[in-house]
């Protein structure tokens, strides 16, 4: 069984940085794609980067050239790189694998999240 356990998150003032760390433990057949997802208060969760097990890139709407996303094969890691953070950036931050499993059944696994808070 697959797990995800994200750390990094906390209080910082505008303008500052975080770098966020997903760590997976178990294993997988294959990942196709991790990622990072937010849900502000009384927002739908929304995807901030997304990277395919071949390196691509995929950045959410509104935030790309802030924040970088990048994973560690070899140590189960993915980050998020977050600068000049905003208010706005305020929010849980989910990690998420996607992938297959050993039966080759597709898995979608969701961490539990990190919350990053930005004051105005």
């Known amino acids: 069984q697959v797990e995800l356990v994200e750390s990094g998150g906390g209080l910082v003032q505008p303008g500052g940085s975080l770098t966020l760390s997903c760590t997976v433990s178990g294993s997988l057949f294959s990942t196709n794609a991790m990622g990072w997802y937010r849900q502000a208060p009384g927002k739908e969760r929304e995807l901030v980067a997304r990277?395919?097990?071949?390196?691509?890139?995929e950045y959410g709407a509104t935030k790309m050239a802030r924040f970088t996303i990048s994973r560690n094969d070899e140590k189960n890691a993915m980050y998020l790189q977050m600068t000049e953070l905003k208010p706005e950036d305020t929010a849980v931050y989910y990690c998420?694998?996607?992938?297959?499993?050993?039966?080759?059944?597709?898995?979608?696994?969701w961490g539990k999240g990190t919350l990053v808070t930005v004051p105005s």
């Open positions: 990277i395919t097990d071949g390196g691509s890139t």
């Open positions: 998420n694998v996607l992938g297959y499993d050993w039966s080759r059944v597709v898995v979608n696994v």
